[in-house]
């Protein structure tokens, strides 16, 4: 059995309107997380240990072995990428009141945890990601990770909602302007229902 790439939860126009342009999805989906998908394949086919064993485990058991990392760098951005297609939305932006309760009780304001959450996005050095996770002590924390390294490969806890830093994520239509692509995210993009929903079943 070989791994798919997930269909996008809508149309490659559906965030066209608000900063994420078809160009930009078709790309970074059709072509980017396919190529991912299609190496992790190979690798698995050229391994018989890999052969019959899920994404997660494929992902922690190559997770820091030197011998491993091109099977942990395609099956990791398989992953990635599967969690953020989840945290956009056509209809983002709006923090439903469950979600806003438990930003408020761990980050004091839902403008600190955006805060919070832009910091980790913007200072992600190079390649990476900037995720939401409710942490093994129950609260809901920021952190970031570079290049196909994620919660679940270092154990940090659930992801909530992941923002991918990589350049292919913006610069079609931010060109170098990450800052402004965190914010537009944040403001207009963001599955906050996905991430209430997620942070329920956490
Ligand atoms: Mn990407």
Known sequence: MSFALPSLPYSTNALAGRGMSQETLELHHGKHHQAYVTALNGLVEKNPALQGKSLEEIIRLSHNNAELTPVFNNAGQHWNHSRFWESLSAQGGGI?????????????????????FKNAA?????????????????????????NASSPLATGE????????VWEHAY?????????????????????YDDAAEKLQRA
Request: charged fraction near 30%; avoid cysteine; charge should be positive.
């Open 171 to 191: 610069y079609v239509d931010f060109r170098n302007r990450r800052a402004d692509f965190i914010d537009n995210f944040l403001a207009k993009v963001a599955n």
């Open 122 to 146: 913007a200072t992600q050095f190079g390649s990476g990601w900037a995720w939401l996770v409710l942490g093994n002590e129950g609260k809901l924390k920021v952190i970031k990770s570079g």
């Open 96 to 116: 439903p009141g469950s979600l806003e309760k438990r930003l408020v009780a761990d980050f004091g304001s839902v403008d600190k945890f955006k805060e919070t």
């Open 157 to 164: 806890g659930k992801v909530i909602l992941v923002l991918d």
